[in-house]
Structures are given as structure tokens and as C-alpha cells.
């Protein structure tokens, strides 16, 4: 039963995959997106109700925190791939084969990186989140999208190389006194309290550099603004809020190891540093930027720094981590997919051409608002519950120095946010402004509603069976005594 479950998980994707290659219909072929999607999440409810699972002899796996993240994807995947459908009917004339055989693939890389209990292969399959994502950034084909692709492909293959390297050094690391070497990530863990140190924290390093390039931490987050800002929408919120999930998953898997090797205070010291500098970056960049797309990804690169202080402080905080990469997630499906109609809309992304956005598209537009007021901290959203967690933990530790840059950064950023998001919404159109023929339909505008309810109810109200999810990562990753 465990090894179905496993193996169905990865097979319904791929298998999706190889149909939306053979089926020669530009009109049907969508439909299998929220096909697999629905089974997809129908699978992830049966396996987080099945405790941990093992297969492939311990090489693939499912613990609390791959619990987490595959919920996290497959709740946001399946959200976009039903508004991919009113996205792509628009579409038509453009052949979307290429486009939904690399969103399945996506799915079927990201959930491999999931479930994987091998270093080996967790590094293939986000590699594979690269392959698979590139061609859907250039779906719009014009020279912005080309330049972003290749600058998204150039720096995340370098990243993923420096992972390699470091992969490699903790396996140098495990040769010490005639140690077996091991990518098994159990094994791993294991025997990590013997490995050599200076290897050990070498590979620590190279894998914090490689894999925070997937999640974006500044100032190794050069590709998100291109990437996020010429990418539909549809691919933004993938990025924004799966792929930097499943590439902070990797960067937790090291972390349980240098924990293993009673390294934790140096991981989380790092994690600290790579946190605060992406809030500070961000808080810059966010400050009158023009382009709101590009806005949202320098908000990704904040939050990634928000979930990795959490990490670092442990305890309390480490639990608003968890939460917060939910929240995250969803509140990112609902910024991208809302200002995708705008952009869609009035042709542009940029401020000094979008105006007055709640008068032409009054959904897409309340929803982007609403989305800036959860994504900024604010109640009675769940960002503002799992921020708020986080800060408890920063200051209930003594780290008041923290605490004070974390809501300063905070402000910043709601008042660089705000310059933008109400420019957008509010004002006067223009007359000329972009595609007159575009309306607002039930397929565009419910599913960045049905995201905004769910981090709503998790400001709310968190059941106990849904809170568990999150404790039960969160206990992952204590220091051991």
C-alpha cells in the first residue's frame, strides 16, 4: 500500500505528461491539468493520512515535512491548473502542448523532490524544476522573455552546480575513518556525527549557495524579477510559491544534517544572515518600483528571507516558518493570478500605464488588493498569524536587534507594496488601455478567490488535524540535545 501511494504519486504526473504530448487537440488537451491535479491532491490527502511512508528501499520516502511541501504544491497546482484553462482559451492560436506538458512535468519534478530520501536524487529532480519551467517562462515569446529565460536557466544552473559540489563534500565528508559513503539521506543523518568537520561545513556552505539560488535569497535572487515579471502569470505563482517551497525543503534537508552533526548553531546562524539580508534587499527594491509583477517577486524574495529567520530561531518560530510557507504560497497564487488579468487587461505591468484597474476589472483588482493586505502582514490573514509566530520567537529569545530590523524591513516594504498595489487599483483609466475585448471570467477570477479563503480560514481558524501538519515539520527540525 505505502509503495502505491509513492508510486502513483509520481505516475499520475508523468503519465500526464506523455498524454498531453500525444493528444492532438489544442481545446482538450488543458482539460488534463485539472485532471491530474484532482488526483494529484486526492493522493497528497491519502498519504498525509497515512503517516510516513518508505520506498524504492528508503531512497523515496515521505516524513513530516515532505508531508508539508507536497501539500503546499499540490494545493497551489491544483488552483492554477484550473485557471489555466480560462488563461489558455485566450490563447488558442498559440498550441499550448509544449506549455502543458512542462506544467505536468513540473508537478511530477517538484513532487520527486518531495518525497526524495536521497541526496542524488532530490538533486535531479529540482534540476529537473528547471528544465521543466524554463520553456514556460518564454511562453510569450517576445525578446523580454527570451532574455529572462536564459538569465533564469544561466544562474540557476550555476546554483544547482554549486549544490553538486556540495552534495560531493558531504560525501568526502563520510569517508572518515573508513566511513561508507552514502546519499541516502537516512544513512546520512546516521552517521553524520563522525563525519570531518571542515567537509561537513564546506558542503553545508555550497549547498546553501546552490539551493538558496532555486529559493531565492538575495543576493542570489538576480533571476526572480526577470523570471517572475515576464512569465503568465499562471507560472508566476508556480515559482513563487512551489518551486522556492520545494528548493527550501532542500535547504531544510541540510539543515536536519548539520543538526545530525551537532552543526545547528552554524546552519542557523547562516540561515539568520541569508534571512535578514533578503529582507533588506527587498525592503530596497520594493521602494517605487514601476513594474508590479517584478514587485511581487522582490515580496518572494522577502518572505524567503521571513520563513528562513524563523528557521534560525528555532522553537516557536521555526513553527511559524512552517505555517508561514503555507500562507506564502497561497497568498502568491492570488497576487499572480489577480495581476495577471490586470496585466492582461491594459497590456502593460507597468504603474504609469495601469490605473484605475478597479474600473475595468473590478474582481481581479479587489482580489489584488486583498492580496497585498494578507501578503504585507496584515489581519485578520494568515501572514499575519505565522509573521506574527515568528516574531514571538525572535523576541521571547533576545533577539531584540532582530526583531527590530524584521519590523522595520516590514514597514518598508508595506509602504514601498502600497505605493504600487494602490496606484494599480485606484485612478483613472485610460481610454486606450490595453485589450477592451478582455472580460473577467468565473475560470480567471474563482480560483485566486478559493486561495484567498483558504489563507483567510488559516488567519482565523486552524483546525487541530491541520495544525498538526505544521508542528510535526516544525519538530523536525529542533536542535537535538
Known amino acids: 500500500m505505502e509503495n502505491n501511494l509513492i508510486t502513483l504519486l509520481l505516475l499520475i504526473p508523468f503519465s500526464g505528461v506523455l498524454l498531453a504530448l500525444v493528444l492532438p487537440s489544442n481545446r482538450f488537451r488543458p482539460w488534463l491539468l485539472p485532471i491530474v491535479s484532482m488526483m494529484h491532491l486526492a493522493l497528497t490527502f491519502l498519504i498525509i493520512q497515512a503517516g510516513p511512508l518508505s520506498a524504492a528501499n528508503g ?14 504544491i499540490s494545493l497551489l497546482f491544483c488552483g492554477c ?36 530520501r ?33 538569465k533564469y536557466l544561466l544562474l540557476s544552473s550555476v546554483g544547482i552546480a554549486l549544490a553538486m559540489l556540495g552534495i560531493l563534500f558531504i560525501a568526502y565528508a563520510g569517508l572518515t575513518e573508513g566511513g561508507h559513503v552514502s546519499l541516502q539521506f537516512d544513512d546520512i543523518l546516521q552517521g553524520a556525527a563522525s563525519f570531518s568537520r571542515p567537509w561537513l561545513r564546506a558542503g553545508f556552505v555550497f549547498l546553501l549557495v546552490g539551493f538558496g539560488t532555486k ?60 534571512g535578514l539580508i533578503s529582507m533588506a534587499f527587498a525592503a530596497v527594491f520594493v521602494v517605487r518600483q514601476p513594474d508590479f509583477k517584478r514587485m511581487l517577486a522582490y515580496s518572494s524574495v522577502e518572505h524567503m528571507g521571513i520563513i528562513a529567520i524563523g528557521v534560525s530561531m528555532g522553537g516557536i518560530a521555526t513553527y511559524g516558518a512552517m505555517l508561514h510557507l503555507m500562507n506564502n504560497a ?48 496584515s489581519p485578520p490573514f494568515g501572514p499575519f498569524i505565522s509573521e506574527f509566530t515568528i ?30 498595489v494602490l496606484s494599480v487599483v485606484f485612478g483613472t483609466p485610460s481610454e486606450n488601455a490595453g485589450d477592451k475585448d478582455y472580460r473577467e471570467t468565473f475560470a480567471t477570477t474563482g480560483m485566486p478567490l478559493l486561495m484567498l479563503l483558504i489563507i483567510f480560514v488559516l488567519g482565523v481558524y486552524l483546525p487541530d488535524s491541520i495544525r498538526q501538519i505544521f508542528v510535526d515539520a516544525a519538530a523536525l527540525l529542533e536542535v537535538r540535545a
Open 81 to 116: 491548473s484550473f485557471y489555466a484553462l480560462g488563461y489558455l482559451r485566450y490563447r488558442l492560436s498559440w498550441g499550448n502542448r509544449v506549455f502543458v506538458s512542462c506544467l505536468l512535468l513540473f508537478l511530477f519534478a517538484m513532487s520527486l523532490a518531495t518525497i526524495s
Open 215 to 274: 529559493v531565492g535569497f538575495a543576493p542570489l535572487h538576480t533571476w526572480k524579477p526577470d523570471a517572475y515579471g515576464e512569465a503568465p502569470g499562471v507560472v508566476g505563482a508556480l515559482l513563487a510559491g512551489g518551486l522556492t517551497s520545494v528548493a527550501f525543503l532542500a535547504l531544510l534537508r541540510t539543515l536536519q544534517i548539520m543538526d545530525a552533526a551537532s552543526e545547528a548553531v552554524l546552519a542557523r546562524e547562516a540561515f539568520l544572515a541569508m
Open 330 to 377: 497561497m497568498t502568491k497564487g492570488v497576487l499572480f493570478l489577480s495581476s495577471a488579468n490586470i496585466h492582461r487587461r491594459f497590456g502593460s505591468k507597468r504603474m504609469d500605464e495601469v490605473r484605475g484597474a478597479i474600473t475595468l476589472v473590478p474582481f481581479s483588482s479587489i482580489l489584488f488588493l486583498l492580496g497585498f493586505i494578507a501578503i504585507t502582514g
Open 59 to 72: 531512497w523515496l520516502g515521505v516524513d513530516a515535512l515532505s508531508r508539508l511541501i507536497l501539500l503546499i
Open 391 to 420: 516574531l514571538q520567537g525572535v523576541f521571547s529569545g533576545g533577539h531584540y536587534v532582530t526583531g527590530g530590523l524584521f519590523l522595520f524591513f516590514l514597514a518598508v516594504i508595506f509602504i514601498g507594496m502600497g505605493t504600487t
Open 118 to 150: 536521497h541526496l542524488g536524487i532530490l538533486w535531479v529532480a529540482v534540476e529537473t524544476t528547471t528544465l521543466a519551467s524554463a520553456p514556460l517562462i518564454y511562453f510569450n515569446r517576445n525578446r523580454l522573455s527570451i532574455e529572462a529565460t536564459w
